[in-house]
């Protein structure tokens, strides 16, 4: 009972839908990262996790080196193993 109880209290958040030229501005970026991708650039990626057992998610933010851009999956690949949808992807920041 008292998990069911924290589990309804626990709070998350919607994923942010991009209007046409938060998409492009987003496409951009991508492109970009993509010319680079042979320096593996430093970047700091924002993204948002589903949560899951319930709707919504949160946002999550990692730095760190890309190793791989795959534009049939796609994703991104971090150093770290990470992998990340373009789907929840909300800002990408080349240091």
Do not use: C, W
């Not at 991009?18 to 430093?42: C, S, Y």
């Amino acid at each position: 009972y008292d998990a069911s109880i924290r589990e309804a209290g626990r709070l998350t958040d919607r994923q942010i839908d991009f209007d046409v030229d938060g998409k492009l501005m987003l496409d951009e970026k991508l492109r970009n990262l993509a010319e680079r991708i042979k320096e593996q650039p430093e970047v700091t990626i924002t993204y948002f996790v589903p949560d899951e057992r319930k709707s919504g998610g949160k946002y999550a933010e990692i730095s760190g080196k890309v190793r791989k851009i795959d534009s049939h999956e796609n994703t991104i690949q971090m150093n770290d193993g990470t992998v990340i949808d373009f789907e929840f992807i909300y800002d990408i920041v080349i240091l």
